[in-house]
């Protein structure tokens, strides 16, 4: 008989229930991790995206040589460290002569590699450079707005993924029901050339502007930073098809003809095909017989007509 | 006119521009990020245009909205769950109309007078409450009632863990096993896309046993056989050796042998064997690969600039028409 294995303490269980896979998907956590060499601006912005992300996000502070997520076997500890964490969104750190400052920031489905997108980080000012009134600061967990400029992110593959890849990664909580109030932070990413960005993460200021609508304005938090596009790698068509499915409840069929009213409740509409009033056949009226007769057959017409009618009410 | 241009993914909070483009590249990073910045509070107030003339409720902390869903599709991070197929009871209370109603938790006990659980310690009608059982005309005597009813009991308990296991079966065969139910084989948690690892079969088990069981000196000939284990597939020598000794019955088998080949060869449509053109082809190919190659060391001497690909490329295209015609005989 096959053997099972169930936890044995109901916290267990629930924290497995939590990994399980769901229906609808609210979020996905981020795993941060760096390799055998980092620089101190890549520290920092390994700390920085931590920071940005602290709500769901895990950070690995040991180097990890075995980590090299474009090369055929470097995926293997990182696959397992998506398991174990249970995060679906990793960024690695990686600094060499060949490519300094190197950020790789990748998704998993089903803890495996889904995509990969490398970048390489120019120009970075760290959030203690800007200053700013600290009670426009933004609150962890909040939703942002997002703002991308620029043709590139539509006509250059390299961009186009990089867009999706980083709405991914700060999206946070996918939301139905959003609070006005709460909102007080922008990324902006501006399209600089074929293969470069500018990435820059501001607080949100809501000012009255007498409409319901308040005016916007943004003031520069940080981080900030370029960033160059070096490798990428997209997703297998299969596995895209796979990950792009949604629960088949989402997609239900619209319900015709009943409509909902504030004060009348539920209202449904029927209909009726026509009746043809025109066509109907009328009651046979005998002609060419004798009064009599005639009488006598309308009578008992009449006569079965209440028959019915009483074994009806019976 | 202004929000037209832009691409807005009110579920994301996302817009995008896809027109922008700067008038003139700004020289420095302050310009840049100032303008970049600029541009994006536009964006942002596109967005917000939308979001905030959408019908919110009010609530403590502010106005809330509910949002659309989102245009740009994000991939999903496991695999979509499967339902878990229903079970037996399932599928029979589905037949005969049972619905499910709710019993409450406490029940009142008539033997102590109280209110106790229905499931669990110290539940109602519990068996170790009762200090006496009546004896009825058709017990058997020597016979323990306690006990009969404790076995009654395990019984049904044993039965309900059995429902249990076959129930899970089947959800493990379509693949949805609850995620805190683990199988003990394997050693990961289940996330829903891991296969049941594969049973290992009487018949394949035996096999290996038989095979293991010839690695002795003597071929497993001597050996103890467990009870229940195959005698090995092969027992005997697969090669056959005819005496080369002549004689009558086997031993005249040796000559018809070679008979039988020599036979063949000699005999007058010996043609038929021999595939003339076939070996006229392979003579010609080998000797053209002699030449080829007391051709290659000159040449790769005498003349450098000549690239060596095409000679290669021309002898190919000339053998090959030959090779096919071999080949296709």
Same mark, same amino acid.
């Given at each position: ?27 996905k ?10 620089s ?26 075995t ?11 990182l ?10 969104l ?13 950020l ?48 590139g ?7 186009k ?27 902006v990413?501006?399209a600089l ?62 319900e ?57 009410s019976? | ?5 832009y ?28 303008a ?23 609530d403590?902390?502010?106005p809330i ?8 599709? $994000? +991939?999903?991070a496991?695999? %979509?769950?499967k339902?878990?197929? *229903? ?7 589905? #037949? &005969?109309?049972?619905q ?25 009608n ?12 058709t ?37 949805? $096993? +609850?995620?805190?139910?683990? %199988?003990?084989?394997?050693?990961? *948690? ?7 690892? #594969? &049973? ?44 080369a ?55 790769s ?29």
């Amino acid at each position: 008989m096959m053997r099972i294995k169930t936890p044995g303490k109901g916290r267990i269980r629930r924290e497995l229930d939590k990994r399980a896979p769901k229906l609808v998907e609210t979020g996905k956590k981020t795993l941060i991790l760096h390799g055998t060499k980092t620089s101190g601006v890549l520290n920092s912005v390994l700390t920085e995206i931590y920071h940005l992300k602290r709500d769901d996000s895990v950070k690995y502070t040991r180097k990890n040589d075995t980590v090299r997520p474009f090369e055929s076997g470097g995926e293997t500890s990182l696959e397992f460290y998506s398991l174990k964490t249970d995060c679906s969104l990793f960024v690695f750190g990686s600094h060499s002569k060949k490519r300094p400052n190197n950020l790789v920031i990748g998704r998993f489905y089903d803890h495996h590699i889904y995509d990969l997108v490398e970048i390489g980080v120019e120009n970075f000012r760290s959030m203690d450079s800007f200053s700013y009134d600290k009670k426009f600061a933004p609150l962890i967990g909040s939703k942002p707005f997002f703002a991308f400029i620029g043709e590139g992110f539509e006509n250059v593959d390299e961009l186009k993924h990089l867009k999706e890849v980083l709405l991914d990664l700060f999206h946070g909580q996918a939301v139905t029901n959003l609070n006005l109030a709460g909102l007080d932070r922008v990324f902006v990413c501006t399209a600089l050339s074929s293969n470069k960005i500018f990435f820059s993460h501001c607080a949100l200021r809501l000012k009255k502007s007498g409409t319901t609508v308040p005016r916007m304005e943004l003031v520069e938090v940080g981080p900030s930073m370029d960033m160059v596009v070096r490798r990428h790698r997209l997703p297998d068509d299969h596995l895209r098809k796979e990950a792009m499915k949604t629960a088949p409840e989402l997609t239900k069929k619209k319900e015709k003809n009943v409509s909902k009213d504030p004060i009348e409740g539920k209202i449904g509409k029927i209909y009726i095909p026509d009746q043809k009033v025109g066509s109907v056949p009328l009651a046979n009226i005998a002609k060419g017989l004798k009064r009599e007769r005639r009488e006598a057959k309308l009578m008992k017409s009449e006569d079965k007509k209440q028959k019915k009618q009483k074994q009806e009410s019976e | 006119m202004a929000e037209a241009q832009y691409e807005v993914d009110l579920g994301n909070l996302m817009a995008f521009d896809p027109h922008h483009r700067f008038v003139s590249p700004p020289s420095s990073r302050e310009e840049l990020s100032k303008a970049s910045i600029e541009h994006g509070t536009k964006l942002v107030q596109a967005i917000a245009d939308v979001l905030f003339s959408l019908p919110s409720r009010e609530d403590q902390d502010g106005p809330i909205v509910t949002l659309p869903a989102p245009t740009t599709k $994000l +991939p999903r991070a496991k695999p %979509l769950p499967k339902p878990r197929p *229903p079970t037996n009871w399932e599928v029979f209370a589905q #037949k &005969k109309g049972i619905q499910k109603r709710k019993k409450e938790k406490l029940v009142f006990d008539d033997n102590t007078e109280s209110w106790k659980r229905r499931h669990g310690y110290d539940r109602v009608n519990d068996d170790n409450d009762i200090p006496i059982i009546e004896a009825k005309a058709t017990d058997e005597p020597g016979t323990d009632p306690f006990a009969e009813r404790r076995k009654e009991k395990k019984g049904r308990v044993d039965k309900q863990e059995k429902n249990r296991l076959h129930n899970l079966k089947q959800a493990a065969k379509v693949g949805a $096993l +609850p995620s805190h139910i683990q %199988l003990a084989a394997t050693a990961l *948690p289940i996330t829903g896309t891991q296969s049941m690892p #594969k &049973k290992i079969s009487k018949d394949e088990l035996q096999n290996v046993a038989g095979m293991a069981a010839t690695a002795t000196a003597s071929g497993g000939k001597f050996d103890k056989k467990l009870p229940g284990e195959k005698p090995p597939k092969h027992e005997k020598k697969y090669r056959k050796f005819l005496p080369a000794v002549e004689g009558s019955g086997m031993g005249s088998m040796e000559r018809q042998q070679t008979e039988k080949v020599l036979n063949k060869l000699i005999s007058k449509d010996s043609h038929e064997i021999l595939n003339v053109e076939k070996a006229v082809n392979m003579y010609n190919v080998k000797s053209d690969k002699r030449q080829q190659k007391k051709q290659g060391g000159k040449s790769s001497s005498s003349s450098r600039l000549k690239p060596d690909k095409k000679s290669f490329k021309k002898s190919s295209n000339k053998k090959s028409p030959y090779k096919g015609k071999g080949k296709s005989k």
